[in-house]
C-alpha cells in the first residue's frame, strides 16, 4: 500500500509521463514538417532493383516527402554529399576509387557481368564466357557519359587481357542495345540488375575479366536526419530480398 508520500509520487510521475509522451509527438511532427525533401543520386541507366521497394517503404512512414533525382556517377556522388547538394548517392564504388573520410558506405549488392546473346550465337552455350573469346565480336556497351570511371574500367580490362574489344555501338538506353543483339548486330555487355528483363531470342551469360560490379549506398557520416537514415535502411532491406 502506497505512503501519502507515495501517492503524491505517484501523481507527480504519472504528469510527468504524460508530458514525456506529448514531448515526443511534438518532436516527431515538428521532424516530419521539417524532414520532407529528400535529395537521391545514382544512374538511372543501372535499373537498380531494390530502389523502388524501398522508396515505397519511405513514402508510406513519411507519407509528404518530397524526392528530388540528380544523375551522378560514384565519384560525383561523394563530392556532392560533402557539399550538401544530395542525401543519399548508390553506386558502384570501384576499387581504385577512394571512399573520403566524411561519408559512410554501405555494399548493398554484388553484381554479376553479363554479355546477351543471340540464342544462335556460338557463346550461347557457354557456361561462362572470357575476354579473350570476344576477339573479332561486335559488342555493345553502354554510352561512356553514362557513367565514365566503370566504361574506363571495363576498357582497361581488356586493355589487361591484350584485346582491343570491337565496341560497334554505346547506348544510353539497355532496351536498344538488346533490340540490336536480338537482330544479331553484336553483343551486349551489361550487369546483371540492368539485363534483367527476359527477351524470346537472347541468351545471358556470365562473363569474367571484367572489373567488380560492387553497388554502395553513401551518405554523410555524420548524418542526423532520421528521413535520411530511414531511406538507408530501406534501401537496404529491400536490396537483400534482391
Keep these: 500500500v502506497l505512503t501519502a508520500a507515495g501517492e503524491v509520487f505517484r501523481g507527480q510521475a504519472i504528469g510527468v509521463l504524460a508530458q514525456m509522451e506529448t514531448m515526443v509527438e511534438?518532436?516527431?511532427r515538428t521532424a516530419f514538417q521539417n524532414e520532407q525533401r529528400i535529395a537521391i543520386a545514382?544512374?538511372?541507366?543501372?535499373?537498380?532493383?531494390?530502389?523502388?521497394?524501398?522508396?515505397?517503404?519511405?513514402?508510406k512512414l513519411y507519407p509528404n516527402?518530397?524526392?528530388?533525382?540528380?544523375?551522378?556517377?560514384?565519384?560525383?556522388?561523394?563530392?556532392?554529399?560533402?557539399?550538401h547538394q544530395i542525401d543519399i548517392g548508390m553506386g558502384v564504388l570501384l576499387a581504385n576509387e577512394n571512399q573520403a573520410a566524411k561519408i559512410s558506405t554501405r555494399f548493398v549488392i554484388d553484381g554479376r557481368w553479363l554479355l546477351a546473346v543471340p540464342s544462335m550465337h556460338r557463346l550461347a552455350q557457354a557456361k561462362v564466357i572470357h575476354l579473350t573469346d570476344l576477339v573479332d565480336e561486335n559488342l555493345i556497351i553502354f554510352s561512356r557519359n553514362i557513367n565514365e570511371p566503370l566504361y574506363d574500367a571495363v576498357l582497361a580490362s581488356f586493355q589487361g587481357a591484350k584485346i582491343e574489344p570491337n565496341f560497334v555501338y554505346e547506348t544510353t538506353q539497355a532496351?536498344?542495345?538488346?533490340?540490336?543483339?536480338?537482330?544479331?548486330?553484336?553483343?551486349?555487355?551489361?550487369?546483371?540488375?540492368?539485363?534483367?528483363?527476359?527477351?524470346?531470342?537472347?541468351?545471358?551469360?556470365?562473363?569474367?575479366?571484367?572489373?567488380?560490379?560492387?553497388?554502395?549506398?553513401?551518405?554523410?557520416e555524420q548524418e542526423s536526419s532520421g528521413l535520411v537514415l530511414d531511406f538507408v535502411e530501406f534501401l537496404a532491406e529491400a536490396a537483400l530480398q534482391e
Excluded: C, N
Design 26 to 28: 511534438v518532436t516527431r
Design 65 to 83: 516527402v518530397k524526392i528530388s533525382r540528380k544523375e551522378m556517377v560514384s565519384t560525383q556522388q561523394i563530392k556532392a554529399l560533402i557539399a
Design 175 to 220: 532496351q536498344i542495345g538488346l533490340r540490336i543483339v536480338k537482330d544479331s548486330g553484336g553483343l551486349m555487355l551489361g550487369a546483371d540488375y540492368v539485363l534483367r528483363e527476359r527477351h524470346d531470342g537472347i541468351v545471358y551469360v556470365p562473363i569474367e575479366g571484367l572489373p567488380d560490379l560492387k553497388v554502395h549506398i553513401f551518405w554523410r
Design 42 to 59: 545514382m544512374v538511372e541507366y543501372t535499373d537498380l532493383p531494390f530502389i523502388v521497394p524501398a522508396l515505397t517503404q519511405l513514402q
